[in-house]
């Protein structure tokens, strides 16, 4: 693909879906936060129109879009709603280190599935006691026979009340830190799992977060991800995926906020002209633009990259940190431009800085991004 432009296939997908976001998300946009309900109306919708669990591999009848293309529709349905879009994201989250592990079973029997009904899923790697640092995790799998058992408990999971099966990391030997850890595929009817309370948290309210249980949850070894100790570079390796479509999901809020900030600018009016007449707000926005513009760039190099086959590990972080960020400054400079309205919910822009926080703190928070660049920067 030309760096800078999409081809025509791409064009009309992202078409499609900001049509789709616009008419159809944005509209519910409010009632979701309200509600806090969970938008499976909408995800259905999604599915019917091939943009949910769209990486699903060909070869067991799924679209297996790429990354770049998997962006596209991320920055697309966030303009709607983020608490929706990651709901959606989540799914591919669990579905990528199978994908990456090859287990031709666990396609079949879990991946196929997606493809020909709204099904979710979740990726439970996270616990109460270790989030940034994944290799800190309690969660053990014991081989018995021709299965695993499968002890922990695992917090902050999206979609755990709706999802039909979880990607699960967990500890297969305990002597050997993060070489030691296994990724196992479980289905949710599993006896033994334990579903928490729907956590209330502070944006992207419709989004499901729960914490997720496992009792001597017995899991057939054929489930079992790669080889023993493959577990933790798997779930490593989804993020390569994944954080270039969080920060296409952030680019995508920030483009709201500010389109909103816009239109409101040029219709207040203080001292006798609209506010958007002032340079003090132009640069406001100008300075929104800048930074939607920059994400975009950073969002499609990290795509591309690992579309093409290379290692993109550094340009994730770099465009996640920078979309997660930008966003919220994108945001809250919204709800400034709205002035004391911007801080009331009658208008929809504190419920947009509220949906940004997130983007700073899930996928690996922007401190862990600035450590890994860091880290691959500075050799330490
Ligand atoms: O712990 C790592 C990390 O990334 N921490 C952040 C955790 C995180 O991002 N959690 C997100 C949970 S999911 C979520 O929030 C979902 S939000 C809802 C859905 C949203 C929509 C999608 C770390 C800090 C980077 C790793 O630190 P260390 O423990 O110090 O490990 P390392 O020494 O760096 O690495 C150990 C080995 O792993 C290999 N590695 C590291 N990164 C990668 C990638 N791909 C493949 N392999 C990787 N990216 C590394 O090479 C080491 O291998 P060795 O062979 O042992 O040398
Ligand atoms: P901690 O790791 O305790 O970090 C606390 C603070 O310390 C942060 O500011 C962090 O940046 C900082 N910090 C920690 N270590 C360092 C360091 N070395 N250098 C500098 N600063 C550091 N997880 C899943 O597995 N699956 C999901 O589906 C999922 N969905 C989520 C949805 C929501 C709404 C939320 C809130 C979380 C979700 N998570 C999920 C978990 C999420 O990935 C973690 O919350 C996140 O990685 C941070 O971990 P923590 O909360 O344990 O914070």
Redesign the pocket.
Known sequence: MAMFELNETQRQLFEMAKDFSNKEVWPKARELDETAKFPMELLKKTHELGMLNAFVPEEVGGLGLGTFDHCLISEALAMGCAGFCTAAL?ND?AAVPVILSENKHAWKDFLAPMVEECQMA?????EPG????VAGIKTTAKKSGDKYIINGS?M???NAKYASWFFVLAKTDSSKGHKGMSGFIVSAKTPGITIGRKED?MG?RC?D?RGVTFDNVEVPAKYLLGKEGDGFKLAMGAFDRTRPAVAAEALGLSQRAMMCAIDYAKQRQAFGKTISENQGVSFIIAEMARDIEASRLLVWKAADEVDAGRKNTYYASIAKMFAADACMRITTDAVQIFGGYGYNREYPVEMLMRDAK?FQ????????QR?IVGRMLLDI
């Open positions: 989540a989250l979740s990726y439970c790697v996270t270790a989030g940034s640092d695992k902050w999971i999206t948290n992207q989004s977060t997130i703190i899930y996928e690996g928070t922007s401190q862990i450590m």
